[in-house]
Nanobody, 117 residues
Framework: QVQLVESGGGLVQAGGSLRLSCAAS????????LGWYRQAPGKQRELVAS???????NYADSVKGRFTISRDNAKNTVYLQMNSLNPEDTAVYYC???????????WGQGTQVTVSS
């Protein structure tokens, strides 16, 4: 059974930083692509950043230069380091995973990030 458990969300002032973590189990992590998405109230879920099994990264324009996605295959964990946060980053953040040979995509339960002005 695939499980993704996110942590690290919270309340932070504008200009601050947070690091999100997503621990995965039930998959072959090193052969998986991983992503962080977010959904703000009244908006559609959007891709924030992704990282392939080869550690190729991709970022939404709105977070380039501020957020960094990384993975630790030994810990089956993907991270999202978020710096210079602003109120527009307020959302529920979700991680997802897709194993390279599979079409299924698995999602975590989400973690709330709130940035106050």
């Amino acid at each position: 059974q695939v499980q993704l458990v996110e942590s690290g969300g919270g309340l932070v002032q504008a200009g601050g930083s947070l690091r999100l973590s997503c621990a995965a189990s039930g998959i072959i992590f090193r052969f998986s692509s991983l992503g962080w998405y977010r959904q703000a109230p009244g908006k559609q879920r959007e891709l924030v950043a992704s990282i392939s099994s080869a550690s190729t990264t991709n970022y939404a324009d709105s977070v380039k230069g501020r957020f960094t996605i990384s993975r630790d295959n030994a810990k089956n964990t993907v991270y999202l380091q978020m710096n210079s946060l602003n109120p527009e980053d307020t959302a529920v953040y979700y991680c997802n995973v897709k194993q390279n040979w599979d079409t299924a995509v698995y999602w975590g339960q989400g973690t709330q990030v709130t940035v106050s002005s």
